[in-house]
């Protein structure tokens, strides 16, 4: 998924005891609505999206994340967010969850560069709602029954190889960004998760559930200047904490890994090559590209009606029985690529034609190609799920140096061009080394030698 930075200073305001940056300080253009954005005075932010909705979807997003652990407390963040959805110092387990039944829908989840909750709830309930995130974010129970078991269920995931999805996924990352954070699983290693303790898990909270690391994000017919004064109410009191130096050059590695399991009866696996972060202005560009080479699914009506030219050779001659393009940012960096599902006998030809496909980005792609992909691109950045939404705008206020919504995304979409399209497949894909990762029976996948040299046709 492409679901995927401050701000601001101004004039000062006294809010129950507690200083507080005023709302007025910064307005971000997000498209076809302003985003508002505030610092509360322990360096938390907080923005807002007005929209139509009837109700509110509030989103708290923590600066922790796979990519923040190391060997010795990988898969800490995961836990952690899995364990605040089990009960709090205040609320029982069984409490908890009667709360947000009256409020609407709670959930929670860890990612690679940050870990959030999203409640949806009536406008006229979200301060009640920032209250109870507080709770949960702030002051987890971590009963010593519930850990032991949250950490045999992780176990038990990551003993489980049986998902190709996952095991290409996580491989991929890793290969490519090898020797660095990125590289880090979320669950953590068997080794890692099995040693943590309820007292790792607390301090884990106390040093990274704090103002500096943390942003609120809101979208519905919520009043910024309301939204705000009702966060400072529930999190002005988080302490400040200590601000995370942004991430500086992180290298990406040409390689691959293959486990080969022929009893699989397709071979699942993903050929990528560096990509770009939100912030950059080649992203933009790089979605109307990837949305050219397209996704197909056999099991699709659809697939009679795809516009992309490797769907309709992959239709004619039946290879993968599933793919799809992905543009995978992250704070600094990114991944461009193209994951792919096809019986032994048809991976390499699949591998070769999606080559070819990047190829023809970089010399020949056309002004209707372009056109009709930067319309799919902005469809479906303006009607992705509201949580999709909030995330790329909670990101982007955590790591990025402004905060970014998919509707300011569509607006630089709507800007690409022919020539972007054409530059920046040149800048990241053309004669650059791949990552690559497969899984299930990959004796026909081409070795790495023939792959490096399909990136790059001979120009005359």
């Given at each position: 998924s492409n679901c995927v930075p401050p701000l601001n200073h101004a004039m000062a305001a006294l809010l129950r005891g507690s200083r507080l940056l005023s709302s007025a300080a910064k307005t971000v253009q997000g498209g076809s609505s302003d985003i508002h954005v505030s610092t509360l005075a322990n360096g938390l932010k907080v923005a807002t999206q007005k929209t139509a909705a009837p109700t509110a979807t509030i989103g708290v997003f923590i600066k922790s994340g796979s990519r923040f652990e190391n060997a010795q407390n990988s898969g800490i963040s995961n836990l952690v967010g899995r364990l605040s959805l089990k009960g709090t110092k205040s609320l029982k387990q069984a409490q908890l969850e009667s709360e947000v039944e009256n409020l609407g829908s709670l959930s929670g989840s860890a990612n690679i560069e940050y870990s959030s909750f999203f409640l949806n709830t009536a406008v006229k309930n979200t301060s009640k709602g920032l209250q109870l995130l507080h709770d949960v974010v702030a002051n987890p129970a971590f009963e010593s029954s519930q850990v032991e078991a949250e950490k045999s269920a992780v176990l038990a995931a990551l003993s489980n190889t049986g998902c190709p999805v996952e095991t290409v996924n996580y491989y991929l990352k890793a290969t490519a960004f090898?020797?660095?954070?990125?590289?880090?699983?979320?669950?953590?290693?068997?080794?890692?998760?099995?040693?943590?303790?309820?007292?790792?898990?607390?301090?884990?909270?106390?040093?990274?559930?704090?103002?500096?690391?943390?942003?609120?994000?809101?979208?519905?017919?919520?009043?910024?200047?309301?939204?705000?004064?009702?966060?400072?109410?529930?999190?002005?009191?988080?302490?400040?904490?200590?601000?995370?130096?942004?991430?500086?050059?992180?290298?990406?590695?040409?390689?691959?890994?293959?486990?080969?399991?022929?009893?699989?009866?397709?071979?699942?696996?993903?050929?990528?090559?560096?990509?770009?972060?939100?912030?950059?202005?080649?992203?933009?560009?790089?979605?109307?590209?990837?949305?050219?080479?397209?996704?197909?699914?056999?099991?699709?009506?659809?697939?009679?009606?795809?516009?992309?030219?490797?769907?309709?050779?992959?239709?004619?001659?039946?290879?993968?029985?599933?793919?799809?393009?992905?543009?995978?940012?992250f704070s600094n960096t990114g991944l461009f690529g193209i994951s792919a599902w096809a019986p032994a006998m048809s991976v390499e030809d699949f591998v070769y034609e999606a080559q070819q496909a990047w190829m023809y980005l970089c010399t020949s792609a056309s002004t209707a190609e372009v056109s009709r992909a930067r319309q799919a691109v902005i469809t479906n950045l303006l009607s992705a799920p509201t949580t999709c939404g909030l995330s790329v705008l909670g990101s982007t206020l955590l790591h990025g140096p402004e905060a970014i919504s998919p509707a300011g995304i569509a607006s630089q979409v709507e800007d690409v061009t022919v020539q972007h399209v054409r530059d920046v497949a040149n800048k990241y894909i053309f004669d650059k080394d791949p990552a690559v990762a497969a899984y299930g029976p990959t004796e026909g996948f081409p070795d790495y030698n023939r792959l490096r040299g399909g990136m790059s046709w001979l120009r005359m």
């Open positions: 090898q020797g660095t954070s990125l590289a880090n699983n979320v669950l953590g290693t068997s080794k890692s998760v099995a040693a943590l303790s309820r007292d790792d898990l607390a301090k884990h909270v106390a040093a990274n559930h704090v103002g500096a690391r943390v942003a609120i994000v809101a979208s519905g017919d919520v009043d910024h200047e309301e939204f705000v004064k009702a966060a400072q109410g529930a999190f002005g009191g988080l302490p400040a904490g200590e601000v995370l130096a942004s991430f500086g050059f992180t290298p990406f590695t040409g390689s691959e890994v293959r486990a080969r399991d022929d009893f699989k009866p397709e071979a699942h696996f993903a050929l990528a090559v560096e990509g770009a972060p939100v912030s950059s202005d080649d992203y933009a560009p790089l979605l109307v590209a990837s949305e050219i080479v397209g996704n197909f699914n056999a099991s699709s009506p659809s697939r009679f009606h795809k516009s992309s030219r490797l769907a309709q050779i992959n239709l004619e001659d039946h290879m993968a029985s599933k793919y799809t393009s992905f543009v995978l940012p």
